[in-house]
């Protein structure tokens, strides 16, 4: 089978609600929806008019499965899923593919994206990870996925992982020092918003020309006297301080401080 | 004066070339660069078909001078401008105005962006902090800084050194973490590059909903399961394990972990 009939989605969260807009933007049909919440079943229904059910049965009847709950719940739906004819996927960064392994035919579909409720997303150049547990199964899932984006990947389990670990430091941690960013210039009556230029040219240099190449500032530089004025500015904020010198020792110790910046 | 006649800019590393190639694309002259070395100064005079000096002269018969050299040699600069007339700015976002309190008439222009000669940039978002000794020499610069850029900030210098210090944080620093990325992807053979929607997404995000508000991942939601896999994926990597685990510490004990993600 190259084309998936009906479409299951498990799920009431950030992912399944994205994952429900676009099969109905894309018209794809049917697709059910089982959120066991009868008031999160409720807005899902209000808000996206798809068709929400409760039970497992018609998810049974279904092609494919997207199971898009949280991590430490994807197990136990698994086990309603034991004796399922369709293709189920997990929608999980991290979690191994094998949780769903009781079933025959199992695998991945994990879009590489930070997702709310509230914000509209392309999904034209998200990356979709997929893997699947027979070939044929891995050539219909990317079909599917195609429909969506321009970038699917097959991806093993190893492979999947790394990017989730990569992404805790691209996207969470790079989120943690805007964070920081932006405590240190309230103090000053400064807003966050006059530094959006300068972080949105320097994340389009990174991966144009390479993180490594774009990088400047003071510990790029190995300008010491900034350095010391900096870790005095930070006295009051230890937490902070403790940041600002590993990441300053790290740039230090791990990029050539004589290339011309 | 509300507008400056002759302009010199002294200099020929990225800043300099970079406000050269805007004065020449707004058609504001004369203006003169004043470059020591005579290499630079050949390069600079056929790149941009300006007009390259190697003495004072020129400069001290101008009505603004704009310093951009390196920090450390803006005092060196400004020993020549002693007696200069017109109005002497530096363009260091860490250096004080009073280091060209010799001359009379002194202050600040810097531009809160990351600057390369290869790369083109749009200046009119970029901030363009401004700062004079004078009331008079507010008003001036500032209608010279706004034929650039809409952003034109008046900053004393306590502010824009809390601005440059939340800028080694935003912009080198997560730098940094997109080069962690991408060593620990090129380790599982996968390009960085897939991580750009995700990053850019993320970066709009927090400027867009405020980084608290964005932030996700492992140690937002309290996934020790997941942040122990990690610091096991991550235990051939102390540095890189460091990191992480100072930045997971660091949003466990600044996030409420409690709000709904």
Do not use: W
Not at 111 to 135: G, V, W
């Amino acid at each position: 089978m190259l084309q998936f009939g009906k479409i299951a989605i498990i799920g009431a969260g950030n992912v399944s609600y994205t994952l429900c807009k676009l099969l109905k933007n894309k018209g794809i049909e049917p697709f059910y929806v089982l959120v066991r919440d009868s008031e999160k079943a409720k807005t899902m229904h209000e808000d996206l008019g798809v068709e929400v059910v409760s039970s497992y049965e018609k998810v049974l009847e279904s092609d494919l499965t997207i199971i898009a709950v949280k991590d430490d719940v994807i197990s136990e739906v698994a086990t309603h899923l034991v004796d399922y004819k369709g293709l189920v996927v997990h929608t999980s960064g991290t979690k191994s593919s094998e949780l769903l392994n009781k079933s025959k035919r199992y695998g991945v579909f994990y879009p590489l994206q930070t997702m709310s409720k509230k914000r509209e997303i392309s999904f034209d150049e998200i990356p979709l990870l997929i893997y699947a547990n027979s070939s044929d199964d891995v050539e219909s899932l990317s079909r599917f996925a195609k429909q969506f984006s321009n970038k699917v990947v097959l991806c093993d389990d190893d492979q999947r992982k790394a990017i989730h670990l990569a992404a805790v430091y691209v996207s969470n941690f790079t989120n943690v020092m805007l964070g920081i960013g932006d405590k240190l210039l309230k103090k000053n009556g400064i807003a966050l918003d006059v530094m959006r230029p300068l972080v949105m040219e320097m994340m389009q240099k990174s991966f144009e020309i390479s993180p490594e190449k774009a990088l400047t500032g003071p510990a790029r530089r190995g300008d010491f006297a900034t350095i010391g004025e900096h870790e005095k500015m930070l006295s009051d904020n230890p937490d902070e301080l403790a940041i600002y010198m590993i990441l300053t020792d790290y740039i230090i110790e791990n990029y050539q401080k004589n290339e011309k910046l």
